[in-house]
């Protein structure tokens, strides 16, 4: 399938006649970039360990550097508990990372964080630290920063060759169809402030916060498609809108993705703002990557290259071998400490830990599904020309496509003096195939094939003028993304397991929540270092 959309781009482009835009086109060599990749195959073909060279001590060593490792590192910092050293891992600040070229930054990853809701006031008390949110954080609509909330247009969608404001068309569809969007918002709108027989909110963030009232666990046992088919919404539209919104926050499709987990989208996020709309976001030119740099300089910057091996409980606690990758050579060192926090993927921790089953976690049985995703930045030399009905937006949808749309990265400094060059960000998740599907194609595309499917929303909005435009073109390949919430995933009783897990080793990352945003990673981390500083 992939192949074939690349042969049609190819095709279409000769049709039309513009040999120079096809050869610009052919110009262009994407750089790729395969993060944890080397590292992987590196571990999965290890026979014997390489001896370590020397021993490093700290009193507790987070192992990993994305959004729950920083977490807990800023936790810990913060409530003075500073003897903790983090180890990075095959990518500093992992799915949250991001790149620039020159002093235009992107995202290579996460771009958006919603405001968070009053459950999510482990959120709301980092944002205040850093000096996101200004004032009264536990109040209903606190204070943000106005550089980092989302500022209009905020999203566009092309449909039928015109661009409309927003996700979902408004026009140019039967009204039947529109007035089940409109039931559809209502629904998710009530259901959005509704309340289990347990007094909880039915879907809230941190998701734990969320009711466990039967008729949520029943809810996760179906799929989205389902649930969507049993209230009887049977709009194409809508059908896609919802299915964008899975493969957007999860990397499957609506069929795939439990109904608890679809509904968790549209209900359980926005939060209010003193001096914003409710739900805004908060978002950064380089996405969230600035945020958890920000996390990371507030927790000390005790961050260390490396990547763990091998993790085992000793006498005096935990000792986790790692290697470092220097100019083709191969160094390993030992971390000792009294206590670790393992904030790595769960299907990276079940190969370094071979005793993960002891803490209740059967690898076989409940290691989540990982969805693979592309990333891609493209610097424009200029802006494109737009189509005039609605302008260039934050995020730019195309309606039907199988891609997620793209990012402008620049959108929040458009206000002040608008760039000259910019980024795009083209996101995909690869929901069309079986994961080892889609990654054994990732492995093997060629770089060619890897672009034609990253710009499709792109050449979409743009035709030929796009490749003109280009400068060039970075893609990041995420095989292993993010966990996805099949139906059935709030009763993985391993990931119950691990979250619990209170001895030397400790667990964070988005994958206990089985699926991943940045509020269930931080939750994730925060709860490490309470229970390291016995608050938990
Ligand atoms: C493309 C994409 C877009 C997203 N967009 C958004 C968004 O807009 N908003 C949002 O809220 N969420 C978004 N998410 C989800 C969000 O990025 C994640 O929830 C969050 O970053 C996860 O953080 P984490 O710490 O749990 O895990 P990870 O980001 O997976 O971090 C894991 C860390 O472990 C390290 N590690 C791996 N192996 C080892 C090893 N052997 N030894 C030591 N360390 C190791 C890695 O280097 C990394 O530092 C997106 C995710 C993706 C993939």
Known sequence: ?????????????????????????????????????????????LKTLPGPSHEVKTDVAILGSGVAGLTAAWKLNREGHRNFLVIDGPQAYGNAAGGSYGDLAYPTGAHYLPLPTAESMHVRELLHDLGILLRNPSSAHPYYDERFLLHGPHERVLFEGKWHEGVLPKEGLPTWELQEHERFAALTAKLRQERGADGKRLFALPSTASSNDPSMQALDRIGMKQWLQQNNFRSPALHWYVDYGCRDDYGISHDQTSAWAGLHYFCSRGGGAENAEDGTLLTWPGGLSPLVAAMDKAAG?????????????????????????????????????????CAMPLFVAARVMPSLRAFGFDPQSHMPSYAPWL????????????????????????????????????HQDIRVTPPGKTVFTAYHALAGQTPREARGWLESAAPEALLELASQDLRAAYGLQFSRCVERADITLRAHAMCSPLPGFRSNAGLHALRDADGAILFAHADLSGFSVFEEAAWWGCQAALKVLGKG
């Open 301 to 341: 910057s005790r961050r260390r290259p490396g990547t763990v091996i091998s993790v085992k409980e000793v006498a005096t606690g935990v000792e986790a071998l790692c290697v470092e990758f220097e100019a083709g050579q191969v160094r390993s060192f030992v971390v000792k400490a009294r206590r670790a926090i």
């Open 375 to 410: 990333v891609a930045n493209f610097l424009m030399r200029e802006f494109p020309q737009e189509r005039p009905e609605a302008p260039l937006s934050w995020d730019n949808v195309v309606y039907g496509s199988k891609g997620l749309g793209y990012v402008l990265s620049t």
């Open 1 to 45: 399938m992939l192949r074939r959309s690349f042969l049609l781009g190819a095709g279409a482009a000769l049709a039309l006649g513009s040999a120079a835009a096809f050869r610009r086109w052919q110009e262009i060599t994407p750089v790729i970039h395969a993060p944890g990749r080397m590292e992987g195959h590196f571990l999965r073909d």
